[in-house]
């Protein structure tokens, strides 16, 4: 079992910055990948950045050039450093950490970013 638990959500203005971070504890393993999703109710979830063990990185379009994920496997904690952020940008932040074929998921981070 691993256990999740986001920070760093908040209410931000357009254009300001927040960053979030989701420390693992438990049985965490050095093969995995970790993630953000993000989801507005009524609409589907979406995949944000995730980060794998072997430093694979991926972004979806709507955050490249504004977001960076990173790691920091001494302290078994994952960051999101979000810049430039847009109203588009609310919703709740979940991170994920997958190893192998089993997932888990963090409780979630409200990100609300103003006009």
């Known amino acids: 079992q691993v256990q999740l638990v986001e920070s760093g959500g908040g209410l931000v203005q357009a254009g300001g910055s927040l960053r979030l971070s989701c420390v693992a504890s438990?049985?965490?393993?050095?093969?995995?990948?970790m993630g953000w999703y993000r989801q507005v109710p009524g609409k589907q979830r979406e995949l944000v950045a995730s980060?794998?063990?072997?430093?694979?990185?991926n972004y979806a379009d709507f955050v490249k050039g504004r977001c960076t994920i990173s790691g920091d496997n001494a302290k078994d904690t994952m960051y999101l450093q979000m810049n430039s952020l847009k109203p588009e940008d609310t919703a709740v932040y979940s991170c994920?950490?997958?190893?192998?074929?089993?997932?888990?998921w963090g409780p979630g981070t409200q990100v609300t970013v103003s006009s």
């Open positions: 994920f950490y997958r190893h192998f074929q089993y997932v888990w």
């Open positions: 438990g049985s965490v393993s050095s093969l995995y990948v």
């Open positions: 980060l794998a063990h072997n430093g694979t990185i």
